[in-house]
């Protein structure tokens, strides 16, 4: 804990208060001393992270197990400190646990999907679908405790009505939903990345405001005791990476 953070102070705030939007703010700089780690050290967490990370599945069969909802909380808290366009911070995570909504969730992706797969997708993406073994049922939908709906918001909406165009968008989210998976996964949770097409109906059914449009939804839990994954390899180092 350092001496600007006190310790009776909640996780989701800061030591400065409460988010308030800064457009057209001056610049105002604060100092930046993170500790810095021992090259040894370093390494050791480096490689440490890479095994854990390389263990990360996507799962589509899920316990319904509960899963200890400030473990959620904290995941989201952690994929809100993603870096964002001009700090706009432009995502929303809406929590799902009632069995009622993710029901309907389902139902409605479910729908979706019966159409995408009967023809709307394509041989080409159906080609690429097939080694994973997927198709139009969505039962981890329902089967999993929770769901996390990931929601960009395209604009800045005041209470008085008043919008604000917000940047890099797709980008900033996609990095935080990228940061909510790795969270999740040292966490010791498991979590699919669904991103039914369209999706509008998310918006709809979670009651969302104007500005905000859906960009996935990720049920979160335990794999179920006869959870099977495709028998996939990924791309070794030396194909991603080029050194210059």
């Known amino acids: 804990m350092s001496d600007t953070t006190p310790a009776s102070m909640p996780p989701s705030a800061t030591a400065s208060g409460p988010w308030t939007p800064t457009h057209g703010a001056p ?47 904290d995941a989201i ?12 911070q432009p995502w929303t995570f809406v929590l799902v646990k009632d069995p009622e909504v993710r029901r309907r969730i389902r139902e409605a992706a479910e729908h979706e999907e019966k159409v995408s797969y009967d023809g709307r997708l394509g041989e080409e993406w159906l080609a690429a679908l097939r080694p994973l073994g ?12 929770a769901l996390i709906v990931v929601f ?8 008085d009505g008043a919008k604000r165009k917000h940047y890099y968008v797709d980008e900033s989210v996609g990095i935080a939903v ?9 966490s010791g949770l498991a979590a ?6 369209p999706m ?20 979160v839990g335990h794999p179920a005791e006869d959870c099977e994954v495709p028998d996939l390899v990924r791309k070794s180092l030396d194909q991603v990476l080029v050194e210059i």
């Not at 854990?52 to 959620?72: G, I, K, Y």
């Not at 909510?180 to 040292?186: D, G, V």
């Open 27 to 73: 610049y105002r700089p604060a100092p930046y001393r993170p500790e810095r780690i021992a090259a040894e050290e370093s390494l050791e967490r480096a490689a440490r992270l890479r095994r854990r990370m390389d263990e990360r599945r996507t799962v589509r069969a899920f316990s319904p197990d509960p899963v200890p909802e400030q473990v959620l909380r």
């Open 77 to 88: 808290a952690c994929a809100a400190t993603a870096p964002s366009g001009a700090h706009q």
């Open 134 to 145: 997927t198709d139009a049922v969505k039962a981890h939908m329902t089967d999993a405790p």
């Open 152 to 159: 960009q918001q395209r604009y800045w909406l005041g209470e």
């Open 178 to 186: 990228g940061m909510l998976l790795t969270a999740l996964h040292l």
């Open 192 to 197: 699919l990345i669904h991103t039914p097409s």
């Open 200 to 219: 509008r109906f998310l918006g709809e059914v979670l009651n969302r405001p104007e500005n905000e449009k859906a960009f996935a939804v990720i049920p």
